[in-house]
T-cell receptor, first 112, second 113 residues
Framework: EAGVAQSPRYKIIEKRQSVAFWCNPI?????LYWYQQILGQGPKLLIQ????????DSQLPKDRFSAERLKGVDSTLKIQPAKLEDSAVYLC??????????FGPGTRLTVT | QKEVEQNSGPLSVPEGAIASLNCTYS??????FFWYRQYSGKSPELIMS????GDKEDGRFTAQLNKASQYVSLLIRDSQPSDSATYLC?????????????FGKGTHLIIQP
């Protein structure tokens, strides 16, 4: 079984630029999550999708972050405009049952 | 009060000894608890999940849950250098369809050969 795929793996941008991340979950997994992990901290949930609907986006900074899940499969997370404090690893995870979370390799974003 | 608290460490344990990692949480309604291991530069990987009070054993790992005291712990027996990593405690939100996890900052564990 293929794991959660993410791209790009690394991205360096200047502040005020925009950036997008892509995630392909494990086949058949209805639930998809985006987490932000700042260096030295645990992952923080940004948004949860169930199929192509948003279940929880309470911690998503909606003035600059947006996310969508195309046809209930792939997902993109966008930041526009980026700030220095957005430098982090962005982790995508998918799940078929409660308590089972498969994380992708993450995208390391550096904002200069 | 932070939702999930862990001592950031580092926690240094001799090889072959028992490593004990602790976590407290603030939401008394939480029902599901998880321990993840994260190597430097890698994504978290699930080690254990626990849902009921008491102990749950899996190989060298034992998770312990005490809902009355709102703490979760992870014991690693016969610690190996390969166990050196950051261990993240995570708690599932209570209620509704949202089941995203709230993570602690993690405890950095060092196993000394």
């Amino acid at each position: 079984e293929a794991g959660v795929a993410q791209s790009p793996r690394y991205k360096i941008i200047e502040k005020r630029q925009s950036v997008a991340f892509w995630c392909n979950p494990i086949s058949g997994h209805a639930t998809l999550y985006w987490y932000q992990q700042i260096l030295g901290q645990g992952p923080k949930l940004l948004i949860q999708f169930q199929n192509n609907g948003v279940v929880d986006d309470s911690q998503l900074p909606k003035d600059r972050f947006s996310a969508e899940r195309l046809k209930g499969v792939d997902s993109t997370l966008k930041i526009q405009p980026a700030k220095l404090e957005d430098s982090a690893v962005y982790l995508c995870a998918s799940s078929s049952t409660v308590g089972v979370r498969d994380f992708g390799p993450g995208t390391r974003l550096t904002v200069t | 009060q932070k939702e999930v608290e862990q001592n950031s460490g580092p926690l240094s344990v001799p090889e072959g000894a028992i490593a004990s990692l602790n976590c407290t949480y603030s939401d008394r309604g939480s029902q599901s608890f998880f321990w993840y291991r994260q190597y430097s530069g890698k994504s978290p990987e699930l080690i254990m999940s626990i849902y009921s009070n008491g102990d749950k054993e899996d190989g060298r790992f034992t998770a312990q849950l005490n809902k009355a005291s709102q703490y979760v712990s992870l014991l690693i027996r016969d610690s190996q250098p390969s166990d050196s990593a950051t261990y993240l405690c995570a708690v599932k939100k209570s209620g509704g369809g949202a089941d995203g996890l709230t993570f602690g900052k993690g405890t950095h564990l060092i196993i000394q050969p």
